[in-house]
């Protein structure tokens, strides 16, 4: 194949110009346009190293408070029938017969309510108003006794038996001048022996009648005596205590409530036979109760009697009062125990279970936040973080007590007032900027 020269010695002619040209515009380019090749080149590798501005931290802010904290010591037990303590009986009893009979009556039913002394039970007693009425018979005629004699002496009857003695005394006269006269005619032989014989028989008859007239007189006129008074007086006490002895017979037989309360359980009825171990029924007083709880043993020092506590069940709260506590731990739950006196008329039921929670202190007037507002700083020391313009600075403070949410807090820069993170402090350094958010604007979104 044939090779052209000329047309080769065209084309270098033709690469050698275009490389003149390039040459001159790159040289011009730099002299007089340098600022083309400063705008297109990349920036110095400083500026390509540099950090963004920093993200503001979305928090929730609210403000420091001032409140009254409580402390309490938790504990666990159920609601049982106050016991017998300080010479007052127990709230409840088994109601039982005092003597051997047969129930005549049942005038109570499980579930009633009823005041002391309402009659429950009603044994056979038809013989014992028989022998009340015989004591009560045999005491008004002793005091009907005593009346009439007390009655005595009457002017009527002083009266009859002085004219009774004067008759008498009269008849005495006359009978002994019969006598005598008698005595004469016989002397004379004018009289039988059988007239002078009867003559004497009424004289003596006639002495009698005086000596009686006379005793009746001086009797009605000393009437009555100490005595017989006495003697009345005895009979009257020995026939009332007779009756108060049937009467308390009778009694014994009408079964009472001993107190006001509720009756659980009905064990007899009517016609059946009944003992001195016989149960008849149960009452109970639903508005003694107390709750026997027990709470940590190493919480013992705390636990004092006339302590408030707030008894809980099912969501109802009921305000009691610690009266007593053990004095005995138990080793094996490591627990002690403490009784607590309810107020009457509770919801509350015997064998409930229910949360005791004692007060042991009371703080009023301290600063407090919640919970979520405190972090754990550096050397684990609790911290907020307090809000200064746009910024949230981290403060360390001292804890107190703790209720619910709210802890109590104390620093030099905490006052009430004070405006400080409640919602995403964890996530602040010592000075942090921050952006604060509305909680209820966050709900709408």
Known sequence: MMIDRSSGNWMRSLAGGTLFLVLAGATWVVGFRSDWIERHLPAPE????????????????????????????????????????????AAWTHLGSPVE???????????????????????????????EAKAGSALATARASLAELASTPRAEDVVTARAKLDEH??????????????????????????????????????????????????????SP?????????????????????????RAILSIEAPFAGT???VEVGPGQSVDRTAVLAELVDLDRLVVVA??????????????????????????????????????????????????AGTALAPHDHVRARILVEERRDRLVVRDA????????????????????VRTHVEIGIREGDQVEVAGEEIDEGT??????????????RIRIVDPASKEEE
């Open 263 to 265: 009756i659980t359980k």
């Open 373 to 392: 507002s405190l972090v754990t700083g550096p050397g684990g020391h609790p911290v907020l973080s307090r809000v200064e313009g746009d910024e949230a």
């Open 419 to 432: 405006t400080i993170v409640t919602t995403g402090a964890y996530a602040l350094g010592e000075r942090t």
């Open 46 to 89: 400083q500026d390509l190293e540099e950090e963004p501005p920093p993200e503001l931290v979305a928090v929730e802010v609210g403000r420091v408070e001032r409140a009254t904290l409580r402390r309490y010591v938790e504990a666990y037990g159920r609601v049982e029938l106050e016991p017998a303590h300080d010479g007052r009986g």
């Open 225 to 249: 005596t100490a005595e017989e008074i006495a003697v009345a007086e005895a009979a009257i006490e020995a026939a009332r205590q007779e009756l108060e002895v049937a009467r308390t017979a």
């Open 169 to 222: 005394r009269a008849a005495l006269e006359f009978a002994q001048w019969n006598v005598e006269r008698f005595a004469r005619l016989s002397k004379e032989g004018a009289m039988a022996e059988r007239e002078r014989k009867e003559a004497e028989m009424s004289l003596r008859t006639a002495r009698n009648e005086v000596l009686a007239a006379e005793s009746e007189l001086a009797k009605l006129e000393a």
């Open 101 to 131: 009979g047969i129930v005549g009556a049942v005038h109570c039913g499980v579930g009633q309510h009823v005041d002391p002394g309402t009659v429950l039970f009603q044994l056979d007693d038809r013989l014992a108003r028989a022998e």
């Open 294 to 343: 027990r709470f940590p043993a190493s919480q013992r020092e705390e636990v004092r009697t006339g302590q408030r506590v707030e008894v809980e069940r099912a969501g109802a709260i009921v305000e009691g009062t610690t009266d007593w506590i053990l004095p005995e731990v138990d080793e094996r739950t490591d627990t002690a125990a403490v009784r607590v006196s309810l107020p």
